[in-house]
């Protein structure tokens, strides 16, 4: 399968290798713990930061078709943002997003 994405943001399988280098340096007085609990955090604090940057006003509803990992399956699914702005898409009720 070709998998061109752009991930825009994601909550999905975060890796610490990746920010140790950089949680290490800023925050050497942290434990582990500590600062996976803050690479969380920063992680979400992102989300908020791709919300002001998507905050932009469409004339009209917008449809987002989405990939659904469910516990059964795979599935398709959909659903209207009738407020039109472009940052309301970056909501859900799942534990577990990627955009």
């Known amino acids: 399968m070709n998998d061109n994405r752009h991930i825009i943001w994601s909550n999905y399988d975060l890796d610490y290798e990746d920010w140790k280098e950089f949680l290490e340096s800023e925050y050497p007085d942290l434990s582990d713990d500590e600062r996976l609990a803050l690479m969380y955090e920063l992680n979400g604090d992102y989300l908020d930061d791709e919300r002001s940057n998507l905050n ?19 599935r398709m699914g959909y659903k209207e943002i009738e407020s039109g702005n472009i940052s309301d898409c970056l909501y859900s009720d799942t534990d577990y997003s990627t955009w």
């Open 56 to 74: 932009i006003q469409l004339s009209r509803p917008i449809l987002v078709v989405g990939d659904l990992g469910l516990w059964y399956g795979r």
